[in-house]
């Protein structure tokens, strides 16, 4: 992304002002498709919240299908925009909701519920009677985290499905349940999709010690996933008949299209390559999306003011959760304010070059959760905006 002509192109518009690299973009998808290998990507809309760019992507060659992450936005998907195949990501337990997807014969035969557990199953019940709705799709979550002797749980916290044997068990629940089809399951591998294993720093900093270990644990974990993952898929197979199995995440593509049990990867953060993702060895996604704050004070030399900013991304509070000022180089947070909620201030080299009006570039630390702070995104191509499109937020839809 070329800073100065992002900025030439947006210079009538007022800030804050969201920018979607076309270029960058397009460089992404081909990356992603490039290291999928041939297996589909299903497209993790919570990474996007634009509607239009999830339709675009998905009329591409080597995309299919939408992993959501609200079963509102499921139903949103499948019936206003026509997606045939759309995937929770999560287990919900709304109960209107429920309803309202197992009384729609079109959202029912698209979205996919995920459940790991009895419990999802009784809840559906619960909200839509088996007798009076039609029949709801469901998948398997099954755990992808690595148990290491001696280091216990290595992953996120999600399913309790992990043994082939406790697969199984709920597949058998599954197929025995009136109303209930099972046709997936889902496995997502976020110690090795979602953790970066090239952060910079020297000796001192200990980073190329820790990278080695992030490595090593990633390889035992993705070989005991292969194994367990194909097996308990192998198990399930002889229970229900599948018609798809999703793993992976953007960190993962490679090594998890190496599963031959998985059927499509998921793929989100990639398309629009928030700073969180410049950490991999594996692949760099060019920088598609930022967004631009103006500067409303200078309350000191070698210090500027914008308005807004505190576009924190969700996870573990820490300093890579916080927005990075790119442009103009040369600027960094004040330590004690950090990004604020109505103002940042932002102390350097490049603050006395900046007038009143004048904006400064950020990229976020994730991708999608930047189209929760806008109504519309604009477009950019080679120096000159060519359209602005609606995010989520824009077309009236708060999901999370």
């Known amino acids: 992304m070329s800073w100065a002509s992002i900025d030439r192109a947006t210079a009538d518009l007022d800030g804050p002002v969201v920018v979607l690299d076309r270029t960058a973009l397009e460089a992404n998808i081909a990356d992603l498709r490039r290291r999928a290998a041939g297996v589909p990507i299903r497209v993790a809309s919570k990474s996007i919240r634009v509607r239009s760019v999830i339709d675009d992507i998905l009329g591409r060659t080597g995309f299919a299908g939408v992993l959501a992450y609200d079963i509102d936005e499921a139903i949103w998907l499948a019936t206003a925009s026509g997606i045939t195949d759309v995937l929770m990501g999560y287990p919900t337990a709304r109960r209107a909701s ?98 970066g294993d090239a952060i910079s720093g020297g000796l001192r900093s200990g980073a190329p010690m820790r990278n080695r270990m992030i490595r090593t644990m990633q390889s035992a974990s993705m070989t005991e996933l292969r194994r367990r993952r194909g097996a308990a898929v192998a198990a399930i197979r002889q229970i229900a008949d599948l018609e798809f199995v999703n793993g992976g995440g953007t960190g993962s593509l490679e090594a998890t299209a190496a599963d031959h049990s998985v059927t499509d990867i998921a793929a ?12 991999y060895s594996r692949f760099q996604p060019s920088p598609a999306l930022a967004f631009g704050l103006q500067v409303v004070r200078r309350p000191t030399p070698g210090v500027v003011t914008c308005h807004g900013g505190g576009w924190i991304a969700s996870g573990p509070p820490a300093s890579d959760r916080l927005p990075r000022p790119v442009w103009p180089e040369g600027l960094a947070y004040e330590p004690r304010e950090a990004a604020g909620e109505v103002q940042t201030p932002l102390r350097g080299s490049a603050a006395d070059r900046l007038s009143i009006g004048d904006r400064v570039w ?4 994730k991708s999608g959760e930047t189209s929760e702070h806008t109504a519309e995104i604009v477009i950019v191509d080679d120096g000159t905006v060519v359209d602005s499109v609606p995010t989520y937020r824009g077309e009236g839809q708060c999901f999370l």
């Open 268 to 279: 989100g953060s990639g398309f629009f390559g928030g700073h969180l993702f410049d950490n």
């Open 98 to 195: 429920i309803a309202a997807l197992a009384a729609d014969e079109v959202a029912a035969a698209r979205v996919t519920l995920l459940v790991d557990s009895v419990d999802h199953l009784d809840l559906i019940d619960a909200a839509a009677p088996p007798g009076r709705r039609n029949p709801v799709r469901v998948a398997i979550d099954l755990d992808a985290s690595l148990r290491a002797p001696g280091l216990g749980h290595i992953g996120v916290l999600r399913s309790p499905v992990h043994t082939v044997s406790e697969a199984t068990t709920l597949a058998r629940a599954i197929v025995d349940r009136p109303g209930v089809d099972l046709v997936g399951v889902m496995s997502y591998e976020a110690q090795v999709a979602g953790v």
């Open 362 to 365: 950020f990229r976020h630390t």
